[in-house]
């Protein structure tokens, strides 16, 4: 099943060096993002997003998995250069490893591979084929149709990448297939600063996919926290589990978030300005504990150019291969953070989509750490934007109001999200589903200036899927999407 679309490696060095705006071959979105890409698709291509335009938030390069790094099984929908407020989190995120396996009696194992693209429906497809400037909820792949009833077959006939933009977030989906399966990688970034890299195991063919199966992929992180920033230096990567200490790991490790009900998440921080991000388990990546096969929530590695994964041998990861978890310090090391997602498919339901994927929120600790520099609890849970002047609590309300993104999202159960306007007014906070229709209104009153407000959502008796949580007041408006997963 292997196919002939590598990349050269004189390839990937254009796509390095495509951050620069003003390409002769720009294309604006209607909301005014931008991106460029070469006027065909049988050439390198890459895309550079910059949103909104005219003040960004998000700035980044992507590459379809076609194009992907990581020969010969690829790595996805693959970002370069993300930049949040002008900040820098990633040199790159992708998947470079996914793979399967079968109980006893089914069909064994399959590594498998992400630079296959599959069909899916996308609007605004433009002029060079590959490349979609998707009205809002239009873009469907295998997931959708089967989650909706459908038995396989794919959506449509566009094969690339599709954005869509939200109120509050802006997303990239693109769609795979290796063998009978259909694997839809999307990128969810937020204006709050945290970014969802979603992940979904479908299947377009019964053969197989109605046995029982567990899929894995593993993500690797390449954070660069404020490099290129005076306040920037090292990267320092930690385990938490809260009630239970506090780790910096200064050697290459593989790890394991162990009891679920413990909370273990990991974080990257930068050593100067000791801002950066939360890995938080999915509540869906926690229903399927580490084993034999799987070997591994997280690493830790020291970054190796080049060293995109773990040289394909075999289904299950090797994590010490390839200069993966090989001992080496990672102290004053340029660190690179590997995590696992994974969902069982069930027997007798080939056609489940499931949707997993860790959420990664940025916090800031402005100072109310402990003396010796060494980060507290409450300073890895305190939510901030990785940027020197972040708002604080007392801080303007520049936009009038601030909706932040539900915690957690996705959620299985309830939800939470917090609102603060800045001049006292009539609000309603109200629920709607994917097609408009509304839910219910989760709060309703006069609210005073300034002070956040903290709205539940229980979804024990709602249907899985994107619903709108939207901010109605008197002189704003504001909407965020949760996703529902059960
Ligand atoms: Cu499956």
């Not at 990257?268 to 991000?277: I, M, N, P, Q, S």
């Not at 690493?299 to 291969?321: E, H, L, Q, W």
Request: proline share 5%.
């Amino acid at each position: 099943m292997r196919h002939a679309l590598l990349c050269s490696i004189a390839a990937l060095g254009l796509l390095l060096i495509t951050a620069a705006p003003a390409h002769a071959q720009d294309f604006t979105f209607s909301s005014g993002t931008t991106y460029n890409a070469t006027a065909n698709c049988s050439a390198p291509v890459t895309g550079h997003v910059d949103w909104p335009a005219d003040n960004p938030i998000w700035s980044f390069d992507y590459v379809r998995p076609r194009e992907s790094s990581n020969s010969p099984d690829g790595s996805g929908l693959e970002i370069l250069n993300v930049y949040y407020r002008g900040f820098l989190v990633f040199k790159r995120a992708h998947t470079p490893i996914i793979n399967v396996e079968y109980d006893p009696g089914g069909c064994g194992c399959f590594r498998d591979w992400n630079d296959s693209e599959a069909g899916f429906a996308a609007t605004g497809i433009r002029a060079n084929g590959c490349f979609a400037d998707s009205s809002p909820g239009t873009v469907t792949t295998t997931c959708e149709s089967n989650q909706a009833g459908g038995s396989g077959g794919d959506t449509g006939n566009f094969r690339g990448v599709a954005i869509e933009e939200y109120d509050d977030e802006l997303v990239l989906t693109t769609h795979m297939s290796a063998g009978w399966y259909r694997y839809r990688m999307r990128w969810h970034f937020y204006r709050d600063g945290r970014i969802w890299p979603e992940y979904s195991f479908s299947a377009a063919t019964a053969t197989c996919t109605d046995e029982g199966h567990r899929h894995h992929v593993y993500y690797r992180f390449d954070f660069d926290l404020l490099e290129g920033q005076a306040a920037g230096g090292e990267d320092q990567v930690y385990e938490i589990t809260p009630g239970n200490g506090i780790t910096r790991f200064t050697q290459e490790v593989q790890r394991t978030w162990g009891d679920p009900a413990d909370g273990t998440f990991w974080a990257v921080r930068d050593a100067g300005l000791r801002a950066g991000y939360r890995i938080t388990p999915s509540p869906e990546d926690l229903l399927l504990p580490v084993d034999s096969f799987s070997k591994l929530d997280m690493m830790a590695v020291k970054y190796v150019p080049g060293d995109f994964g773990d040289d394909s041998v075999g289904c299950a990861i090797n994590p010490t291969r390839s200069q993966l978890v090989s001992g080496e310090s990672l102290v004053n090391q340029d660190v690179v953070v590997w995590y696992r997602a994974s969902a069982f498919h069930e027997a007798g339901n080939p056609w489940e989509c499931d949707i997993v994927g860790p959420t990664l929120e940025p916090f800031l600790n402005d100072g109310r750490g402990r003396a010796d520099g060494e980060p507290t609890l409450e300073e890895f849970m305190t939510n901030s934007p990785i940027r020197a002047d972040a708002r604080t609590e007392g801080g303007a309300i520049p936009d009038g109001f601030e909706l932040e993104g539900a915690r957690p999202n996705p959620f299985d159960a309830t939800t939470t999200v917090r609102f603060r306007v800045a001049d006292a007014q009539q609000v309603a906070i109200v629920l709607y589903d994917a097609l408009g229709r509304r839910v219910q209104t989760l709060y309703e009153g006069m609210t005073e200036a300034e002070a956040f407000q903290t709205v539940q959502i229980d979804g024990t008796s709602l249907p899985s899927g994107t619903y709108t949580v939207v901010l109605e007041g008197t002189t704003v408006r504001g909407s965020t999407r949760i996703v529902l997963v059960k």
